[in-house]
């Protein structure tokens, strides 16, 4: 079975620096998709970004990217110029590349703080 | 509506009663997917529907949780006999298929006391 592990219960940065949250995940398979959501008090969970397994080429999306290594497992997520906006609870999560399998299986989540 | 609709957003219930919780999808999407999500936890899966039917309903807990998408829109979570380990965030989502991104509603705070 496929998990996903977020190491870091809770984060910081301050406002406009530059903040990488952690996510490792283990599969035996080879076609996948790799997600990072935020989710702000609301509940209501947002897509940040996603990346497929079979591209090399790291995803980004304007202040956000990540740092995809396969071979390690590893699925970090870079927000550049952090705003106050961006506080939140962040979820790494995983979904397999198998037609008719389109559950998605999460992290325990990040909390992102950041100091004015 | 323009996004995915849950009501109520907050339910108190007493152990052992029978509570429905509603999703109303974005119009045209016909995957619909429930979570369940614990206080400190990640989502977990409960059951993803494609039209009317149950695709995939290998993460309900047991034969107390049942969901139903009659119409192939909205959507009903079904628990009965509730108990106190029921209590938790239930997210529902919905996408165009179940492909593409999915679009999350605001989520149901279920409360056993």
């Known amino acids: 079975a496929q998990t996903v592990t977020q190491s870091q219960p809770e984060m910081s940065v301050q406002e406009a620096e530059t903040v990488t949250l952690s996510c490792t995940y283990d599969?035996?398979?080879?076609?996948?998709?790799l997600f990072w959501y935020k989710q702000p008090p609301s509940r209501q969970m947002i897509l940040v970004i996603r990346?497929?397994?079979?591209k090399q080429q790291n995803a980004t999306e304007n202040r956000f990217s990540v740092n995809f290594q396969k071979a390690a497992k590893s699925f970090s997520l870079k927000i550049s110029d952090s705003q106050l906006g961006d506080a939140a609870m962040y979820f790494c999560?995983?979904?397999?590349?198998?037609?008719?399998?389109?559950?998605?299986?999460w992290g325990a989540g990040t909390k992102l703080i950041i100091k004015p | 509506g323009a996004g995915v609709s849950q009501t109520p957003s907050n339910k108190v219930t007493e152990k052992g009663k029978y509570v429905e919780l509603r999703c109303d999808p974005i119009?045209?999407?016909?995957?619909l997917y429930w979570y369940r999500q614990s206080l400190g936890q990640g989502p977990e899966f409960l059951i993803y529907?494609?039209?009317?039917?149950?695709?995939?309903d290998s993460g309900l807990p047991n034969d107390r949780f049942f969901a139903v998408r009659p119409e192939g829109s909205v959507s009903t979570l079904k628990i009965q006999r509730t108990e106190r380990g029921d209590s938790a965030v239930y997210l529902c989502?919905?996408?165009?298929?179940?492909?593409?991104?999915?679009?999350f509603g605001q989520g149901t705070r279920l409360t056993v006391v």
């Open positions: 529907f494609q039209g009317t039917g149950a695709a995939d």
């Open positions: 989502a919905s996408s165009f298929s179940g492909w593409t991104e999915a679009f």
């Open positions: 119009s045209g999407h016909t995957a």
């Open positions: 999560a995983y979904r397999s590349g198998q037609d008719s399998n389109y559950q998605l299986i």
């Open positions: 990346q497929e397994a079979y």
């Open positions: 599969t035996s398979e080879s076609d996948y998709y």
